[in-house]
């Protein structure tokens, strides 16, 4: 099968949807098409295919190990999308569903981007995309998340593409023949010259990490995710943000062949502390249940590239922990969304007593909580652990006290929000409020299948996930 | 060829220092067109031994997209906004003007500095491009309207095309159309924003959007 079709079968899902007359059947298209990208993708999982070295895009390694999850994730949040867009019936939804299938094929091509310019393209274009999306709410307060995301996040991209050509100038300095795909890049090596890479690691490294959301160019995130539906959360904090990960590990891969590994890997090292040293302090001053999802979401970006600094050990733990922060993250904002519905309002300081009014997504956000703060037997556990572990064996010893002392201050931020609105007598109003929202099976399926995944994911990893990060890895990380 | 290249380089970064001294929209939009069209010659005069259609039609969308739909879309923002003209500045345009011109100063001092190849060594791309960059930041952060935000932006922009141009020899210009494509839909869509932001707050003042902080 053509990985191409990952990508041209929901951009033509988006089109169609776009086209489509009806506002309450309009939603369909949304699991319809999640569906046939998830079995597409399982199905060039099984059978990954042969790319040509030089291709601009394909199912590689590295494809093959984080799309399935982004795939999965939109799926569940597809079905949860028909129930949200039900209870939303009364705002035209046209825009919104297309713009969610444009982003699950822009995505699709962003992790299967092999050339440094298409790499750029797709993420901007997916950066485009979401903005429909968060001001979905039509609200002022969305405007101004959106408007932030747009100047911070437009900042950010421009600054990666910037990047891009100073990697293009350092090879073509290098004597390159203006290839720009990452094969040509790598196998450049050494000829790549020095002080462009220095500087496009840098630049490449800031933009492409204010995508992912990485302290301190982060500030985008809470009022985005504050602001944006809980669905959008979800697809923001465990597929957007990934395909900005996965293109600093390909880039990652380039610079550390061009002799100055041990530079970037630093970099990532301190970039990844700061973030989660500034998401725990976060955490424990915000208010808002919602944009504690945001920092928690710094955190694990963090955390991401922390393993990525480590090593192939610590890059094979990295690809888990994509896996199950996706999974884990986007069952917590899912449950997040229908409290925020019921409750009516994100502050801690209006909303208590959850568990009586909304017990099914009470229950779930809570154990999601468990979950993404790596309490066993979920998978964020032992992803974490792994980290862990590659840490210890590079003897990184002060890095890894730090980490958890932050996840252990996190931890704390988190508990005490979290209980905060779930326990208690509710008030008033919030009472009122919650009789208008029924807690269905639309609603509670969804986040419970993730949370579901990420338990299966934690208690018995598949084989052939193991394998496929692994293989990720050999790519990335060259054994000399 | 060189010659003439640097000198619509220049002009570019003269209109940088007209953009940071603008004290109204109009003439702020002006110069960040003019800019455009002039980034929307530079291929033309850099491919002088294969000029083919493509480079043609590249050059032709960049002064259409750059010079003449995107400030369109801009002043046609501000016109529906009716917002008064004069723009507020958190940097005043003194200081920015002053801090403008000492970066194009270390920009070309920097340039001399940095590797790069003898045929690209002699000409201005490279500090044209520091400047530009420089400039867009100063407007990102000190101007208080969304529309000079949104100018600034697109400077910033011009001068990552500048440095673009260093590769045009190297670059696929589906590449560079893919680029072009997407700066062209996101300003269409910051566009977008900018409307319902006017129409949310009555105002385009980004001081107004304080809600969102911890």
Known sequence: MNPLLLIIVPLAGAALAALWPGNRTRPWFLPVFGFVHAVMTLWLFVNPPVIAPNAWLGFDPLARAVLPAVSLLFLVCAVYGVAYLRIRSERPNRVFVS????????????????????????????TLAAVPLLHFNG???????????????????????????????ASLYGGGQGDLTFTALTAQGAALSRPWVLTAWVLLLVGYGTKMGLAPMHTWKPDAYGEAPGIMGAILAGGITTVAFTAILRVRSVVAASGVGPIADRTLLVIGLFSMLIAALFLLGTRDYKRMLAYSSVEHMGILCIGAAFGAAGAAAALFHVWSNSLTKGSLFLSAGNIRRAAGSPLMDDVRGMAALTPRSAALFVTGMFAVTACPPFAPFFSELLVVRAGLAAHHRLAIAMFLGFLLLSFFGLTRVVFGIVDGRPRPATRKNAKLF??????????????GFSLWLGLFTPAILRESWLAAVAQLYPTP | ??????LLIGLAMGLNLLALGSSRLPSLIRAMSVQGMLLGLMPLLMEHERLDWRIMLVALATVAGKGVLIPGLLRRAMRAANIDREIEPFIGFVPSLLLG????????????????????????????????????????????????????????????????????HSTPLLVESGILLDVTVGVFIIGIIVDRIQRAFDSLDTRKLNTLRE
């Open chain 1, 139 to 169: 609200a002022p307060r969305a405007f101004e998340a959106t408007w932030k995301y747009l100047l911070v996040g437009g900042t950010g991209i421009a600054l990666s593409l910037l990047g891009s050509f100073c990697l293009g100038y």
């Open chain 1, 438 to 451: 029924v807690e269905t099976a639309g609603v509670v399926v969804p986040p419970l299948l993730l949370l």
């Open chain 2, 1 to 6: 060829m060189n010659d003439t290249l640097n």
């Open chain 2, 101 to 168: 011109a000492g970066g194009t100063i270390a920009a070309v001092a920097l340039a001399r500095a940095l590797p790069l190849l003898p045929e690209h060594a002699d000409t201005l791309l490279a500090p044209g491009a520091i400047a530009s960059i420089l400039t867009g930041f100063i407007l990102l952060i000190g101007r208080a309207k969304a529309i000079s935000q949104v100018c600034g932006y697109l400077i910033l922009e011009n001068g990552i095309y500048l440095f673009g141009l260093l590769l045009i």
């Open chain 1, 99 to 126: 713009a969610l299938l444009a982003i699950l094929g822009l995505l699709s091509a962003g992790h299967q981007a092999r050339h440094l310019g298409l790499l750029w393209i797709t993420t901007e274009a997916v």
